[in-house]
């Protein structure tokens, strides 16, 4: 389901997003070629962050509150852009 909406909301073949439990955060989804982070939120925005480390991507899956996480390790410390 969710990579349906992504494809019909962007546009865009996506990478393959995996669901997490978080009241903002629906699927995150990571290209270790290219070291490129997406994160899809529940208000159907979508964010790409570049030359984020592979170890920050499972680090994010295993952590509890996942929008602590964000707010503290990737949103505005990596290159980003919103996608949609």
């Not at 997490?20 to 899809?40: D, G, Q, W």
């Not at 996942?66 to 707010?71: C, I, L, N, S």
Request: proline share 6%; aromatic share 14%; hydrophobic share 35%.
């Amino acid at each position: 389901m969710i990579i349906a909406t992504l494809l019909i909301h962007y546009g865009k073949l996506p990478m393959r997003h995996q669901p997490v439990k978080s009241s903002r955060i629906a699927s995150v989804a990571y290209n270790p070629r290219t070291s490129t982070l997406e994160v899809y939120f529940l208000d159907k925005s979508l964010w790409e962050y570049r030359q984020v480390p592979e170890r920050v991507f499972h680090d994010f899956l295993r952590v509890v509150s996942k929008g602590r996480f964000y707010d503290g390790v990737i949103k505005g410390k990596y290159p980003e852009r919103q996608l949609g």
